[in-house]
C-alpha cells in the first residue's frame, strides 16, 4: 500500500518560515491534503489540491507538490500554529482508501 | 455551516463491539456526499477506517473491513460504525467527517470534535 513518510518535529522561531515535508513514490502525480490538529482537538483542513487554502484560513499557510515530495509552508510563524501537521492523499490505485502521513509536530521557539 | 457530533459508549469491553453514532447538522446526509469515520490512537496518528455514502453504498480500510461496518439513516440525518471484536489495541479517539470528493480526489472537510473509546475490562 501508498505510504507517506514526513519529519517527526520542526522547529522553527516566531516570524520564520516553517517547511514540512511528505515523502511517497511519484506523490506529485496525486493531489495532497494537508491538516492541522492542536492538542486535544480535531483536525481542519488547511490546504487541499496541493495548494488551494479553505475559507478562513490565513494565506501564510501555502503548498506545493513535485515529483516525491509535497511540501506545506508556513510564512511568518506564530505560536498559534504550534500543531502536529498530516499529509493525506487519496489512493485509488488498489483497494481505494485514505492515506494519511505520518504527522509532523511543529514547535514555535 | 456542517456540524458534526460523535456520541457513543466510551467504555467497550473486550471482544465486544464498539458502537458510534454520528449526527449531522447543518447539512442534509440524503443531499449528497460520503461520510466517513477516523481514528486516533492515543499518541499517535490518524488512520481512515471506512465511509459510507448516502444510498448506503461503502468502502472500508482494508485493514479492518473485516471487522468494521458502516450504515446510514438519513431520516435522522446520522450515520453509525460499529467495529466488532475490539481489543486494547482500538483504544482511541474516534472522528466522524465528511469525505469530499471533487474530480476524482477525496479528502475530509469537516470533522466532529471527537470521542475517546476505551478497550478495557
Known amino acids: 500500500s501508498y505510504v507517506l513518510t514526513q519529519p517527526p518535529s520542526v522547529s522553527v522561531a516566531p516570524g520564520k518560515t516553517a517547511r514540512i515535508t511528505c515523502g511517497g513514490n511519484n506523490i506529485g502525480s496525486k493531489s495532497v491534503h494537508w491538516y492541522q490538529q492542536k492538542p486535544g482537538q480535531a483536525p481542519v483542513l488547511v490546504i487541499y489540491?496541493?495548494?488551494d487554502r479553505p475559507s478562513g484560513i490565513p494565506e501564510r499557510f501555502s503548498g506545493s507538490n513535485s515529483g516525491n515530495t509535497a511540501t506545506l509552508t508556513i510564512s511568518r510563524v506564530e505560536a498559534g500554529d504550534e500543531a502536529d501537521y498530516y499529509c493525506q492523499v487519496w489512493d485509488s490505485s488498489s483497494d481505494h482508501h485514505y492515506v494519511f502521513g505520518t504527522g509532523t509536530k511543529v514547535t514555535v521557539l | 455551516q456542517v456540524q458534526l457530533q460523535e456520541s457513543g459508549p466510551g467504555l467497550v469491553k473486550p471482544s465486544e463491539t464498539l458502537s458510534l453514532t454520528c449526527t449531522v447538522s447543518?447539512?442534509?446526509?440524503?443531499?449528497?456526499?460520503?461520510w466517513g469515520w477516523i481514528r486516533q490512537p492515543p499518541g499517535k496518528g490518524l488512520e481512515w477506517i471506512g465511509s459510507?455514502?448516502?444510498?448506503?453504498?461503502?468502502y472500508y480500510n482494508p485493514s479492518l473491513k473485516s471487522r468494521v461496518t458502516i450504515s446510514v439513516d438519513t431520516s435522522k440525518n446520522q450515520f453509525s460504525l460499529k467495529l466488532s471484536s475490539v481489543t486494547a489495541a482500538d483504544t482511541a479517539v474516534y472522528y466522524c467527517a465528511r469525505d469530499f470528493m471533487v474530480r476524482g480526489v477525496k479528502f475530509l472537510d469537516y470533522w466532529g470534535q471527537g470521542t475517546l473509546v476505551t478497550v478495557s475490562s
Open positions: 447543518g447539512y442534509s446526509i440524503s443531499s449528497g456526499y460520503y
Open positions: 459510507i455514502y448516502h444510498s448506503g453504498s461503502t
Open positions: 489540491y496541493d495548494s
